[in-house]
């Protein structure tokens, strides 16, 4: 995730704008939208024959349930849909085209054969309701991948159905609070670190509970004093991330589980940085009673331009019967089977059984390494992330300056003094081919820079990248205006946010 | 050590990589892990396959299942087997596409900018509503949202729902509903739709939202602007969650009186995929712009005055606002947006109509022909899109008789009887533009047969 709260000011000269048109050498014209195609009487479908006898619609159907007038979709026609698309395709960055050290957002190789797999017709071609003997194959997976990732977090259950990060965590609370509701308990506060999350908070608030929020010590990590002042006969819950989102792991994490255990209150595990763990430590051993994973980070399934992901959440067994459902179970003549009806669950989170096309990408990624290799994803992931850092030292300010795990974070404010700012050095970067890092996140670090390289990324690759960040920092030394003003090459310049919320423009009021 | 294809570390750049860290191997660097809470050993998890042997696998896995392409389908209740284009797959396959995250950076994301730009277009001109974001994880989850929105848009607790309403979704919306403290109340059916005067009955001045489903579960066209007026007379708001491909036909929600229109866009080229990944839609009248959920894509010019595209009206979101953000999403699915986007583009403005029509004939040719076997009968009377309930013999399983029916090839309709109890025997079918009138006749044919 990135956080951009910084708004883009228009105050460059007309002549840095022409400057920079002549940079490219060409002046590119604007993409059309698909309605501006449009051509009256061209289509680009192809629809069956109606091979029923005809009934006249208003006769079966009420004309004022009829519409009234056509929705003004664009005529056009297959090749104008396929250039359309493709023409789009090439104006966006994604992992396929080079590295994107996005931080917090595990931005791995996305593999093909999981692209692949997810399109065979038994997987893609189903229905949720057939009857069960027909998806047998379906099922098996759904149960094998529940265990796989159950071992991986070291928890006793997992549910595959929330669909994405947040989705999951509201899940997870929503099995917390039936916990506590159920042994009587009136709980309503979340506790989360500074450096949380957004989604840690809003997902509380959807849940119903009441956030406080605990600064972070010198070092970056929970205050455990800061805690224990915290906690008390109304906390819920402690939310944390670990790794958290600076790359650091809670060494006192026995700790902090013991404060929140003996206030009464849970711990829940937020995934998203699950990169830097597997098979080295879990969430389960290490006291967490809920996690959950993001399926769209450490299992390589692809982030899609926003989504689908996929959130299946893991807990210990005294939450067991909160567990969302249907729950997929394994019976005793070997079947498999959806079962519903626990008295105590905190009922359906989505329609169906989750996001099942990614569910199957992220089985196939697990068996494409199996334990011993999504281990040394990790170590690879951390080895990578620690290098950048060491290498970047001296050129940018590192807040924590202690060994990291799969991401770091470092500060530009050295930059401000000439007239830089981290959102700049950003832009820079686009100019160079990258994607840049996550910027202004966690928002304890003053204009942050979190760098996640993680494990499908070679030296060759990392090494360029660090060159090119050490040539942006002595440009904004050098020739500050430069960074200031990039992006050059892009197909557009900084865009104008602040009129775009101002005076929003969303749809293309076509009829 | 075991090569990952993966992963391009070598011994050699292990080493070189270590040695500018200072540490004298990657053991080091997991130092700060405390002892008591290493794992050791080995995870019992799945084994490692290669490329080939896990191909073969996942095809077996996959082969335990019937599939569309070997199944003729009348199974619908939420989840629909249309006919989906071949531009849309390639579309989506494209990496620049599905490999990228959130357009954050919008001046390398202009692509999907763009294309969520058009999906948001292309949602209002369907829902005859203002303003559309860029997608909810499914139906189930968008209304959910939708009543979170009425209840802190109107300050009220209540909601009335429609029990024709997706059974899912009304259960995905009593979870929401928990989670903020909110109470749902449901409407009783009649013939298939929903009795005005019942709405009347539950409706009062606590009333955040009704909720309407149309068409309906049951197939059945609900009286929106009926229910919209008696919604406003309360001071409540209406939401609607529609099937999209109804719309090519069917009079735009929003031009009958919705505040909110939601709905599942699978219809719209999403493979069903056991029900998921799919993609909800979000669409809200001009009032409500500023409590919307999720993402939305503003037009807006570059610093040359070229048009440009940006995530917009981000002071909503949890990343900027946390506890008191309009909704927690983050991740929505916006790969399924494009899909949707792509559909519409290739169906265009006729082809949304034509295959709205060939649904309804199809479907209406089915219930005749299905009505017309000896011992089962169309159970409501009330007009319906592409779906319609019949109902079977006293004593007849639909459990049962779909184990017959799929021993001959066809997946059939979905048994009613496990979501409205009152409704034991009855089952509801769905019948799509794929659907030919010799299938048709057949399932008839085995009906008869197996009854």
């Given at each position: 995730m990135t956080n951009e709260t910084v708004t883009t000011t228009n105050t460059d000269t007309p002549s840095t704008a022409t400057a920079s048109n002549e940079l490219i050498g060409a002046v590119i014209k604007e993409k059309a939208l698909i309605f501006e195609l449009s051509q009256p009487g061209r289509v680009g479908y192809s629809l069956p024959e109606c091979d029923v006898p005809r009934v006249e619609t208003s006769s079966v159907i009420p004309q004022e349930m009829l519409r009234s007038e056509a929705a003004a979709l664009p005529e056009v026609y297959e090749v104008d849909v396929i250039r359309h698309y493709t023409e789009l395709s090439r104006l966006n960055f994604g992992v396929d085209n080079g590295f994107y050290p996005l931080g917090s957002c595990t931005m791995k190789y996305n593999p093909k054969i999981n692209e692949d797999v997810a399109r065979y017709a038994g997987f893609a071609k189903i229905h949720p309701y057939q009857p069960e003997t027909s998806i047998q194959g379906a099922l098996e997976m759904l149960h094998t991948l529940q265990n796989d990732l159950a071992a991986l977090t070291g928890m006793d259950a997992v549910t595959l159905?929330?669909?994405?990060g947040a989705h999951g965590e509201w899940t997870g609370l929503m099995m917390i609070r039936a916990y506590h509701e159920k042994r009587g308990e009136h709980r309503t506060k979340v506790i989360v670190p500074d450096s949380s999350h957004g989604t840690n908070p809003a997902s509380a608030t959807v849940a119903g509970f009441q956030t406080i929020t605990i600064p972070s010590n010198e070092k970056g990590l929970v205050d455990l004093e800061a805690l224990r002042a915290a906690v008390g006969p109304d906390t819920a819950a402690l939310m944390l991330t670990n790794p958290n989102t600076l790359g650091l792991f809670e060494e006192q994490i026995t700790e902090i589980a013991q404060v929140v255990h003996e206030a009464g209150g849970l711990l829940y595990y937020d995934g998203a940085n699950s990169n830097a763990i597997m098979g080295i430590t879990r969430p389960g051993d290490m006291g967490f009673d809920v996690v959950h994973l993001n399926l769209h980070k450490t299992m390589s399934t692809p982030h899609g331009g926003g989504g689908p992901g996929a959130g299946p959440v893991g807990v210990k067994n005294k939450l067991l019967p909160f567990l969302p459902e249907p729950v997929v179970e394994k019976k005793e003549d070997g079947s498999y089977t959806l079962r519903s009806g626990s008295p105590d669950s905190i009922g359906r989170v989505k329609a169906y059984y989750g996001n099942f096309g990614i569910l199957v990408r992220a089985y196939t990624y697990i068996r494409t390494y199996g334990p011993e290799g999504l281990r040394r994803v990790s170590e690879c992931a951390v080895l990578n992330a620690n290098y950048m850092m060491h290498r970047l030292k001296d050129h940018y300010i590192m807040p924590y300056d202690n060994v990291c795990k799969h991401e770091f974070v470092m500060s530009g404010k050295g930059l401000k003094q000439y007239g830089v700012r981290t959102l700049d050095v950003a832009k820079r970067l686009l100019d160079f081919g990258y994607h840049p890092p996550t910027v202004y996140f966690p928002l304890n670090v003053e204009e942050c820079i979190m760098i996640e390289p993680t494990e499908t990324e070679s030296k060759e690759t990392l090494d360029a990248f660090i060159d090119t960040m050490i040539q942006i920092a002595n440009e904004a030394k050098e020739t500050p205006e430069l960074v200031i003003n990039a992006p050059y090459t892009t197909v557009v310049k900084r865009l104008d946010e602040a009129t775009a919320a101002r005076k929003p423009v969303l749809n293309c009021a076509c009829s | 050590m075991k090569l990952h294809r993966y992963i391009p570390m070598t011994p050699q750049n292990e080493a070189d990589m270590l040695a500018v860290v200072g540490a004298s191997s990657i053991e080091d660097l997991f130092k700060d892990i405390p002892a008591a809470v290493r794992y050791q050993g080995t995870l019992p998890m799945s084994e490692m396959l290669d490329e080939y042997a896990l191909t073969r696998h996942m095809g077996q896995l996959a082969g335990r299942n019937a599939d569309t392409d070997r199944y003729t389908s009348f199974l619908g209740a939420g989840i629909y087997d249309h006919h989906v284009p071949s531009v849309i797959n390639h579309v989506i396959s494209r990496s620049e596409f599905y490999t990228a995250y959130t357009p954050y950076q919008p001046e390398i994301s202009q692509g999907e900018l763009q294309a969520i730009f058009e999906f948001q277009s292309y949602i209002c001109e369907l829902t005859g509503m203002a303003v559309a974001n860029a997608s909810m994880y499914d139906g189930a989850t968008a209304l959910a949202e939708a009543a979170s929105l009425a209840a802190s848009a109107t300050g009220r607790t209540k909601i009335v729902a429609f029990s024709t309403i997706h059974p899912e979704a009304r259960a995905v919306v009593r979870s929401y509903a928990r989670g903020l403290n909110l109470e749902v109340v449901e409407v009783a059916y009649g013939d298939g739709v929903t009795d005005i005067s019942a709405l009347a009955e539950v409706l009062d001045d606590q009333t955040a939202a009704v909720l309407v489903q149309s068409p309906n579960f049951f197939g059945g066209i609900e009286g929106i602007r009926a229910a919209a007026d008696l919604a406003h007379e309360n001071g409540a708001l209406l939401v609607v969650s529609t099937n999209p491909i109804s719309l090519g036909l069917l009079e735009a929600p929003g031009k009958l009186g919705a505040d909110i229109v939601v709905g599942d866009a699978?219809?719209?080229?999403?493979?069903?995929s056991l029900g998921g990944p799919t993609c909800g839609f979000f669409a809200v009248s001009q009032a409500q712009m500023r409590r919307m959920p999720g993402r939305i894509v503003g037009q807006t010019k570059d610093r040359d005055g070229k048009r440009g595209f940006v995530l917009t009206l981000q002071t909503r979101e949890q990343h900027i606002r946390r506890d008191k953000a309009t909704s927690n999403i983050c991740s929505n699915q916006a790969l399924l947006a494009l899909s949707a986007s792509v559909y519409m583009s290739i169906m265009g403005k006729q082809g949304m109509i034509d295959v709205a029509d060939l649904n309804i004939q199809k479907a209406h040719y089915a219930a005749q022909k299905l009505s017309s076997v000896a011992g089962l009968k169309l159970t409501f009377q009330s007009p319906f899109f592409n779906e319609f309930v019949i109902t079977l013999p006293e004593g007849t399983s639909a459990a049962e008789l779909n184990l017959k029916l799929l021993e001959q090839g066809v997946i059939g309709g979905y048994d009613l009887g496990l979501s409205y109890p009152e409704l034991s025997g009855h089952m509801l079918f769905a019948v799509t533009e794929k659907r030919t009138k010799s299938e048709i006749d057949q399932l008839a044919t085995q009906l008869e047969a197996s009854l």
């Open positions: 159905q929330p669909a994405a | 699978q219809p719209l080229g999403i493979s069903m």
